[in-house]
C-alpha cells in the first residue's frame, strides 16, 4: 500500500490550499492520520493529527488556519490551509500509522507562500 498526497502549489499569503493523501490500498486497523510538513534547513515536523476516534491536534503555529479531517474507511486524509503565511512553505508530508508499528509515508507534495 502506497500514499499519495496532492493538492499542493503556489499560492499568495493569505490564500488557500486542500491537501489529500490517499492509500493506493484499504489500510486496517489505523491508529492516527497525520501531516507532516520539512522546510528547507529544518527538521520535518507534525502539523496536524487526527486518530481514529477523531482526537485531534494541532501544532501552535497552525492552530485556527489549518483543519484536519480524515476518512479511515478510505484510508484517506485532508489538511485544508487558510490564511496561509510564507512561513508555511514547505513540503508536507502525509503518514498513517496502523496497528502499533505499521507507518505509511506519503511522498509529500511542495506548498509555496509568496509574500
Known amino acids: 500500500v502506497q500514499l499519495q498526497a496532492s493538492g499542493g502549489g503556489l499560492v499568495q499569503a493569505g490564500g488557500s490550499l486542500r491537501l489529500s493523501c490517499a492509500a493506493s490500498?484499504?489500510?486496517?486497523?489505523?491508529?492516527?492520520m497525520d501531516w507532516y510538513r520539512q522546510a528547507p534547513g529544518k527538521q520535518r515536523e507534525l502539523v496536524a493529527s487526527?486518530?481514529?476516534?477523531?482526537?485531534?491536534n494541532y501544532a501552535d503555529s497552525v492552530k485556527g488556519r489549518f483543519t484536519i479531517s480524515g476518512d479511515n474507511a478510505k484510508s484517506a486524509v485532508y489538511l485544508q490551509l487558510n490564511s496561509l503565511k510564507p512561513e508555511d512553505t514547505a513540503v508536507y508530508y502525509c503518514?498513517?500509522?496502523?496497528?502499533?508499528?505499521?507507518?505509511?509515508w506519503g511522498r509529500g507534495t511542495q506548498v509555496t507562500v509568496s509574500s
Open positions: 490500498g484499504r489500510i486496517a486497523n489505523i491508529n492516527v
Open positions: 487526527i486518530t481514529s476516534g477523531g482526537r485531534i
Open positions: 503518514h498513517v500509522r496502523a496497528g502499533i508499528v505499521l507507518d505509511f
